[in-house]
């Protein structure tokens, strides 16, 4: 049977594990293109806003 040190310590390394697979897929190349998008998609929310606004502003 584990003793406690041990049990923390297989703990430790699963944690570190988790966080360098993490890293790895967070900047993998595959993955930039779909975090850029992400990224940029609060600007296309604001434009689409600025656009509705001169729409509004041409009628009135």
Same mark, same amino acid.
């Given at each position: 049977?584990?003793?406690?040190?041990?049990?923390?310590?297989?703990?430790?390394?699963?944690?570190?594990?988790? +966080?360098i697979i993490?890293?790895?897929?967070?900047?993998?190349?595959? !993955? $930039?293109?779909? +975090?850029?998008?992400?990224?940029?998609?609060?600007?296309?929310?604001? !434009? $689409?806003?600025?656009?509705?606004?001169?729409?509004?502003?041409?009628?009135?």
């Amino acid at each position: 049977m584990m003793d406690y040190g041990t049990l923390r310590g297989l703990i430790a390394l699963l944690i570190l594990a988790l +966080f360098i697979i993490i890293v790895v897929w967070s900047y993998s190349k595959k !993955r $930039k293109s779909s +975090f850029d998008k992400a990224a940029n998609s609060i600007f296309e929310e604001d !434009r $689409k806003e600025e656009i509705n606004k001169q729409e509004t502003n041409n009628n009135v």
